[in-house]
């Protein structure tokens, strides 16, 4: 297997500036964003220009497709969690007349303030609502929300409806009277800083938005067209014909127990799309692929998942291995977390995922990857290198590993697992078909 596992490309800049100060991209926080920055460095460093087609087949909530749509390039996001999505879509969306766009606000600006004055506690059935949400925020603060999005819901007009929801989403956490932990909220550990005024932080949250819009309109006169589809990269994107894609950037999800689905419960509960873990599992869990232990809880796996037989033999030894070092650790601990099924599960479906992939790529396209490894109950798992075997093993003709940072170890905090020394990283996969 040609895997050239220690080749850097020096000249592509990995520095990772905080995508929450930049046009567009702050619109949302979304825990496990990529830095814009590196996607752009890339699309530099690989020629991808106008006229090309590019991919992201684990979009998240749209970076890819917002750096591509602002170079003028077309581009592909798909994304599972159809929470997640929406924001895509909507942060790809800039087809607003923005004179109107600003008299549209303003307007409801006026109107929630009238609102907010009048607000009547009895007016809203904050008991029915789910106790998740009576803990993040006081109860005026929750009346607050809702008033906002009722009036919201009341437009006619569905962007200028997603444009403000949108907005609306972007405050939930910063007007929260918990403390967050991204990805996930901490009900019982109050917030130490003031808590904004909820109008005001709405009010702010939209003219940040509207101002970004202007300046980016104004810089870029020709944005690419961004397609963002609620899919699943698991499977067959029907909709990519073969050779079509001409560059492919994405993050998938690590093998680090992130749950995507309880990182926006928040938001799921306050839009109410779903109302109870079980309603996020039918709605959002059950459509992702496999990568956090709350996944395969109950899934009826079975203890032994192999690796699949597809996968070259020296790849399924090596996951049983890992396989079965996780097993004994499970056995020997009170959690028992079912890592050894999740990181099968995970390969099994990246193997599918990467079969795919090199179907829609164009013969000669890149395909880069930006992913961690890990080490759950201590058991290094070296998902870069491994992902690169994989994806030699369907056919990509090159595979080079760039590490792009060495990262914290945040099993300690997460998985509740057992401290550990190994040092864990953050690699670009780069990928030639
Ligand atoms: C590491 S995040 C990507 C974040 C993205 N780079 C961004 O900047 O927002 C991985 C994403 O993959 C999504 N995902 C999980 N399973 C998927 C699947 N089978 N198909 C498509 N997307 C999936 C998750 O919901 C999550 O948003």
Avoid at 6 to 33: E, L, S
Avoid at 96 to 106: M, P, Q, V
Avoid at 270 to 285: C, D, H, P, Y
């Amino acid at each position: 297997m040609r895997c050239n596992l220690n080749q850097t490309c020096k000249d592509i800049r990995c520095t990772f500036v905080d995508n929450m100060k930049a046009p567009i991209h702050r619109w949302y926080r979304y825990p496990c964003g990529f830095s814009y920055t590196l996607v752009e460095e890339c699309f530099k460093h690989f020629n991808v220009k106008r006229g090309d087609l590019v991919l992201d087949p684990f979009v998240g909530c749209g970076t890819t497709s917002v750096c591509a749509k602002l170079a003028g390039i077309d581009s592909i996001g798909v994304e599972a969690h159809p929470y997640v999505a929406w924001i895509a879509e909507v942060k790809t969306y800039w087809d607003f007349d923005i004179a109107e766009l600003r008299k549209a606000i303003n307007d409801l600006c006026m109107e929630l303030w009238e609102k907010l004055l009048n607000i009547n506690e009895s007016d809203y059935d904050l008991d029915s609502k789910p106790e998740f949400l009576l803990k993040n925020f006081s109860r005026r603060t929750l009346c607050e929300l809702y008033a906002i999005k009722d009036a919201i819901e009341e437009r006619d007009d569905i962007h200028f409806r997603d444009f403000c929801l949108l907005a609306l989403a972007g405050i939930l956490r910063k007007v929260s009277s918990s403390s967050v932990v991204f990805p996930y909220m901490l009900p019982r550990k109050r917030k130490k800083n003031k808590i904004p005024n909820t109008l005001e932080a709405f009010n702010a949250q939209i003219a940040m938005m509207l101002d970004d819009l202007q300046t980016i309109l104004k810089k870029c006169s020709s944005p690419g067209e961004a397609k963002i589809v609620k899919g699943d990269s698991t499977k067959k994107i029907d909709f990519i014909d073969d050779n079509m894609i001409d560059f492919a950037f994405t993050s998938p999800p690590y093998l680090n127990n992130v749950d995507y689905a309880d990182a926006t419960r928040l938001d799921l509960y306050f839009f109410g799309i779903a109302s109870s873990w079980r309603e996020i599992t039918l709605k959002v869990r059950n459509k992702l692929m496999t990568s956090s232990t709350t996944q395969v809880n109950g899934k009826r796996l079975g203890e032994e998942l192999l690796p699949r037989e597809e996968l070259p033999q020296e790849i399924r030894d090596e996951l049983t291995q890992i396989a079965r070092k996780l097993r004994r650790e499970k056995y020997r601990r009170s959690g028992r977390k079912d890592y050894d099924i999740v990181c099968i599960a995970y390969f099994n479906e990246m193997y599918s995922h990467m079969t795919e992939m090199f179907r829609c790529l164009r013969p000669g396209g890149y395909y880069l990857l930006v992913l961690g490894d890990s080490a759950p109950y201590g058991v290094h798992i070296p998902t870069d290198i491994l992902l690169a075997k994989v994806a030699l093993s369907v056919g990509f003709k090159e595979a080079k590993l760039q590490v792009l940072r060495k990262r914290g170890d945040k099993w300690k905090s997460i998985a509740g697992g057992r401290r550990h020394d190994i040092p864990l990283r953050e690699s670009l996969i780069i990928l030639k078909k």
